[in-house]
């Protein structure tokens, strides 16, 4: 999958290229737009068929084992034998479902496991969208900027990842002498550490203060290149 998804995303960039050449757009604004048809967000209202759907299929494996639970098919197949079974719901109950649908979306949407494949997409889409923002604030005012994005979560396998404009992570490599790369996984130990809290008290201090010193050394560094 990984492979496919990478060749995916090398035939879109080729896609949004010629897209940009035939418009006389700049690719980054193609890109924009693409991302905005593309993003979470806008889906369609849950239909009351299929609240109805879900909270009897719930009834139906109420206790139920796991490989003895009625599948989402099997229920709408005994739905469309007996249309009845959709009848007798109060008015209250109906916005009830409505509002369970509404949750159940919304957290697999934004969820957090390192296995939400919706959780991931989401992460990527909104990189994506950030690179195009800070790359445009960049173009219009000519002010750049960097970010670094980390898992906080110790069985969360998403790799550190950053975005920058114009070249501005190699501010770390020329005036800080320190490779984006280790800067990253630094704020990755930092992360995961404070969200498990079961590190010592003394290596998260350390690593914090490794951090600030990182920082302060290469902005004393740049004030005295001045």
């Known amino acids: 999958l990984a492979e496919d998804l990478d060749a995916w995303e090398v035939e879109r960039e080729e896609r949004m290229q010629q897209l940009a050449e035939k418009h006389g ?23 009351l068929y299929n609240a109805k759907v879900s909270r009897i299929m719930a009834g139906l494996n109420a206790g139920r084992g796991v490989g003895e639970r009625y599948t989402m098919p099997e ?9 009845s079974m959709l009848e007798g719901f109060s008015r209250e109950e109906e916005k009830e479902m409505i509002k ?20 991931a997409t989401d992460a990527k889409r909104t990189m994506d969208r950030l690179i195009v923002e800070i790359t445009n604030l960049a173009e219009r ?22 975005i920058q404009s114009w070249g501005a992570l190699d501010f770390f490599q ?3 002498k320190k490779d ?21 008290k003394n290596k998260l201090l350390t690593m914090q203060q490794e951090c ?5 050394t290469g902005l004393r560094r740049f004030s005295c290149s001045l």
Do not use: C, Q
Request: net charge positive; aromatic share 4%.
């Open 25 to 47: 757009m700049k690719v980054t604004e193609v890109r924009r737009r693409m991302l905005g048809l593309s993003t979470y967000g806008g889906r369609r209202k849950p239909s």
């Open 75 to 83: 229920v709408k197949a005994m739905v469309a034998e007996d249309p």
């Open 100 to 119: 369970d649908t509404l949750a159940n979306r919304k957290a697999k949407v934004r969820g957090t496991r390192a296995n939400h494949l919706s959780a």
């Open 141 to 162: 005012v000519e002010m750049i900027g960097f970010a670094i994005f980390t898992r906080s979560h110790a069985h969360d396998k998403t790799l550190p990842g950053t």
């Open 174 to 176: 020329e005036v800080m």
């Open 180 to 200: 984006p790369a280790d800067v990253a996984h630094l704020f990755e130990l930092w992360a995961v550490s404070r969200e498990r809290g079961k590190t010592s």
């Open 212 to 216: 600030t010193s990182i920082i302060t």
